[in-house]
């Protein structure tokens, strides 16, 4: 039975207690009950289960229940006085130890995702969070409307999703700076393709953006911060996709390499459009549509809510003051990645 494999220093005075309440009807004193909870503690800290301790207990109970006249609800209200003391240490120390692994946990994220620590010593802590950082590894990150922490009802319903379908392959699902991250191995695409998903759902239409597979201890860094970026660019470009991979963007972070370059053909390419009527936003904006609708004029308009004849003029206006023709394809690749450095850089809204 459960309660035999409990050591009997947990159950200590206890029948002492049992057979003076029977006596006396008293209730038990104050160190009585701190001393109960002390137990319940320690109980804990052995790693013995609640329940096999409550059935201990009762079991005690009724092997030192007094013989005679006593009072049986007075013996009652000791058992539970005793037995809720015990549960209520035991209870403390199983809050206090959760607190320390998310305590141990949180440190070791912050540090796998800042990189601050000794790389060796970084993967053996991984190892106990169930990743071997010797392998490859990919991060997507999620944002949503609002910020999340762990606990929080939304990565709770992305966790579950993920149990049940992949069980447990050496994924690590947190939340960091308000947003929802999915550690997994880097062969295994399906998972973090299945996170996008989910976190997509779970957060209201939320975005999600998924960092190259990188190996190394290192690699984990790598990958978050590729998949940040990834956010960044998808919000300063306006992309509309809602799962956006780091190697489908690699073109950007070369295009901006060389700030100074590409700041230097914006303005080559593009300040003329200051000098236009309504300054350049206008005119950028019927780029940027252009462009984005695979140079159909109509699309375009549509997009913008013009007329298409409108849409040519103002096509025709950049073309006089810029002397690049968005329609003629030897001017065209100029002309595009003019204006996506003017988006990367925020011109002109931002001085270059």
Not at 229 to 257: C, F, G, I, K, S
Not at 283 to 305: I, M, N, P
Request: aromatic share 6%; glycine share 8%.
């Amino acid at each position: 039975m459960a309660e035999l494999q409990i050591p009997e220093q947990y159950l200590e005075g206890y029948a002492r207690i049992l057979t003076e309440v029977a006596a006396t009807g008293r209730r038990l004193t104050r160190d009585e009950l701190a001393f109960r909870r002390a137990l319940g503690e320690q109980a804990a800290e052995a790693g013995h289960g609640l329940r096999a301790l409550v059935s201990a207990h009762l079991t005690a109970a009724r092997a030192a229940w007094p013989a005679g006249p006593a009072s049986a609800d007075s013996v009652l209200a000791a058992v539970h006085q005793a037995t809720d003391a015990f549960a209520e240490g035991f209870e403390r120390a199983q809050r206090q130890a959760v607190r320390q692994e998310e305590a141990a946990r949180r440190e070791f994220i912050d540090d796998l995702l800042y990189g601050r620590s000794d790389l060796g010593r970084l993967a053996e802590r991984a190892e106990r969070f169930g990743l071997r950082l010797s392998h490859a590894h990919a991060v997507a990150v999620a944002e949503g409307p609002t910020a999340y922490e762990e606990g929080d009802p939304v990565p709770r319903q992305v966790e579950r999703a993920l149990i049940a379908r992949f069980g447990d392959r050496s994924i690590l699902l947190t939340t960091k700076d308000g947003r929802l991250l999915c550690i997994a191995p880097g062969p295994q695409e399906e998972v973090l393709a299945h996170f996008a998903k989910q976190a997509h759902t779970a957060t209201d239409g939320g975005r999600v953006a998924i960092g190259r597979p990188q190996p190394g201890p290192g690699g984990v860094v790598h990958s978050y911060e590729e998949a940040l970026n990834a956010l960044e660019l998808a919000e300063r470009l306006e992309l509309e996709d809602p799962v956006l991979r780091a190697a489908d963007l690699l073109v950007y972070p070369v295009l901006t390499r060389d700030r100074q370059a590409m700041a230097e053909l914006v303005l080559a390419t593009l300040g003329p459009l200051t000098t236009a009527r309504g300054g350049a936003q206008p005119l950028l904006d019927t780029l940027t549509a252009y462009f984005d609708s695979g140079c159909v004029a109509a699309e375009a308009a549509r997009r913008l809510t013009l007329s298409v004849r409108a849409l040519t003029y103002r096509l025709e206006r950049i073309h006089k003051l810029t002397g690049a023709n968005p329609a003629d394809p030897a001017h065209r690749y100029m002309l595009q990645t003019a204006v996506i450095g003017a988006r990367l850089l925020d011109w002109p809204a931002e001085e270059l």
